[in-house]
T-cell receptor
């Protein structure tokens, strides 16, 4: 079945550590997105990529980095510069010419 | 499971009743709107969408109404079932890079 796979489902990070969240899709979608979700708030855009080897900052990109070396993959690195990384992270993708995302099942990151 | 929206508005309805969830959007230039359903600990799922040139669209048990004059969107769920319990988000497609801007969400609780 086609879809978006995020891994791991739960991730624990120590202070000062970088961690990478995986997002893979087999939908042949062109564009991919990373959102952050905090309790009591809607989803906020971190980074997005419309084509391979190109990506743009969203509203809250500070402390995060991404790469888009393959169409299927859009990993997100949460760096030590992100001071409040505990959140639920959602990856999404969309085919050009359509308007609604397909979401992955999310990764819950907790700082310990 | 994880609680996504600790401080979100909550709508409690009796099983079998109709539910109406409301959303105010921000950009009068947005041309596409979507409702998503998110169950605890999962990614959002597409429910129904509507273009800005329409004021009503119906799906299976769901209807979306769009009032562009007051920038208001509503989701009506007929004969609400326990499985409808979730957080519901509206989103507007700003057109720029297909970025979606999400509302804060509404918790729907269905009482049996």
């Amino acid at each position: 079945d086609g879809g978006i796979t995020q891994s791991p489902k739960y991730l624990f990070r120590k202070e000062g550590q970088n961690v990478t969240l995986s997002c893979e899709q087999n939908l042949n979608h062109d564009a991919m997105y990373w959102y952050r979700q905090d309790p009591g708030q809607g989803l906020r855009l971190i980074y997005y990529s419309q084509i391979v080897n190109d990506f743009q900052k969203g509203d809250i990109a500070e402390g995060y980095s991404v790469s888009r070396e393959k169409k299927e993959s859009f990993p997100l690195t949460v760096t030590s510069a992100q001071k409040n990384p505990t959140a639920f992270y959602l990856c999404a993708s969309i085919q050009q010419g359509t308007y609604g995302y397909t979401f992955g099942s999310g990764t819950r990151l907790t700082v310990v | 499971g994880e609680s996504v929206g600790l401080h979100l508005p909550t709508l409690s309805v009796q099983e079998g009743d109709n539910s109406i969830i409301n959303c105010a959007y921000s950009n009068s230039a947005s041309d596409y709107f979507i409702w998503y359903k998110q169950e605890s600990g999962k990614g959002p799922q597409f429910i129904i969408d509507i273009r800005s040139n329409m004021d009503k669209r119906q799906g299976q048990r769901v209807t979306v109404l769009l009032n562009k004059t007051v920038k208001h969107l509503s989701l009506q769920i007929a004969a609400t079932q326990p499985g409808d319990s979730a957080v519901y988000f509206c989103a507007e497609n700003m057109g720029d890079g297909n970025k979606l801007v999400f509302g804060a969400g509404t918790i729907l609780r269905v009482k049996s």
